[in-house]
């Protein structure tokens, strides 16, 4: 309409926040206004099969032709990623990612209880941090909502 043009992109951070309540329900059992998927991570809850085939699923995708990439945001629970051998994992994944042409990988290792008892009780958490897509945000200063979106993905998707 005014001359411009569209591209393709697989960066919606604020997207799924902002369509959610225009979308309808989604086969996946996704409800209207619940959330929709977070640049290249999966739905609320559909990341059934572990992280391992998130990667393989993500990766598909040749990320060259897209203007602003597409991110892959991941979260596991601490004891995935607990010890020599967590470290070992952690870097496996990594290597995986890249080796099969991943773009971005960010990730969170969090445990909802630890969240939410930082919702309950901020001051004994002034330096808890999340990474949101490229950039970190102190999780008790963030609004309400998007605290509760980080406590039900580590539920559900960490294992908590």
């Known amino acids: 309409m005014r001359g411009g043009h569209f591209v393709v992109n697989g960066d919606s951070i604020w997207y799924s926040h902002i369509w959610a309540d225009k979308c309808g329900a989604t086969p996946d059992g ?32 040749d990320a060259t032709g897209l203007a602003y990439g597409c991110p892959f945001d991941y979260m596991l629970h601490p004891s995935a990623v607990k010890g020599e051998d967590g470290l070992n994992a952690m870097l496996g994944l990594l290597r995986t990612f890249m080796k099969r042409g991943g773009y971005g990988y960010q990730g969170n290792v969090q445990d909802a209880a630890i969240l939410r008892d930082a919702q309950e009780h901020p001051e004994n958490y002034p330096n808890l941090q999340v990474r949101i ?28």
């Open 30 to 61: 996704r409800a209207r206004g619940d959330l929709l998927s977070k640049n290249m991570s999966a739905s609320i809850g559909q990341d059934r099969r572990g992280i391992t085939a998130h990667i393989k699923s993500v990766t598909k995708i």
């Open 133 to 160: 897509s490229g950039w970190s945000w102190f999780f008790t200063q963030m609004e309400k909502k998007f605290q509760d979106e980080f406590i039900r993905r580590a539920e559900l998707e960490a294992g908590s």
